[in-house]
T-cell receptor
């Protein structure tokens, strides 16, 4: 099976612009989660989508939003970019396995966003 | 709330040395526990997992045992290699009826193995 893919891998934007990142989960996975990774804050949960519905949201401002499509692909959008939004954005997909409650998540390579 | 505490790095070891990275957690109920590894310039790879007390997760020579009494999930490897140099993250998912998939991570421990 192909793994989680994220596009683009690298992005440079200017403060005040907006950006859209894309994530394609592992085939058959219906849950997609997004995380932000920075040297100072570490790995922080942004939001999780399941069957096109946002099921959980982390403590981020409303400038961060996301959506999921019927094929489980997901996008996240950041509007009015700030310098502090520079980070590695990671997408992870998951699906409950019959008889298992591990909810293990599989991560993509990430999108490195630099805001100047 | 949920939290994960892991030992501060960086950790530098010689090849074939024994590795232990400590991890303790705070969570309600019975969380699932994970170790992830991140190599330079890459995303996170699931290294091993455990879903209930006394479960031992293992993969690629790494092991960790779910200890409910000490709320710990320490990572161990008997003989590290240069290729094990990476950042290691301990993480948990609290299991709830809502089926939330939110991972809570520790801050990561950078391991460097020298020949």
């Amino acid at each position: 099976k192909a793994g989680v893919t994220q596009t683009p891998r690298y992005l440079i934007k200017t403060r005040g612009q907006q950006v859209t990142l894309s994530c394609s989960p592992i085939s058959g996975h219906r849950s997609v989660s997004w995380y932000q990774q920075t040297p100072g804050q570490g790995l922080q949960f942004l939001f999780e989508y399941f069957s096109e519905t946002q099921r959980n949201k982390g403590n981020f401002p409303g400038r961060f939003s996301g959506r999921q499509f019927s094929n489980s692909r997901s996008e996240m959008n950041v509007s009015t970019l700030e310098l502090g939004d520079s980070a590695l954005y990671l997408c992870a997909s998951s699906t409950p396995t019959s008889g298992s409650w591990s909810y293990e998540q599989y991560f993509g390579p990430g999108t490195r966003l630099t805001v100047t | 709330g949920n939290s994960v505490t892991q030992m501060e790095g960086p950790v530098t070891l010689s090849e074939e040395a024994f590795l232990t990275i400590n991890c303790t957690y705070t969570a309600t109920g019975y969380p699932s526990l994970f170790w992830y590894v991140q190599y330079p310039g890459e995303g996170l790879q699931l290294l091993l997992k455990a879903t209930k007390a006394d479960d031992k997760g293992s993969n690629k020579g790494f092991e960790a045992t779910y200890r409910k009494e000490t709320t710990s999930f320490h990572l161990e490897k008997g003989s590290v290699q240069v290729s094990d140099s990476a950042v290691y993250f301990c993480a948990l998912i609290p299991i709830s009826g809502a089926g939330s998939y939110q991972l809570t991570f520790g801050k990561g421990t950078k391991l460097s193995v020298i020949p």
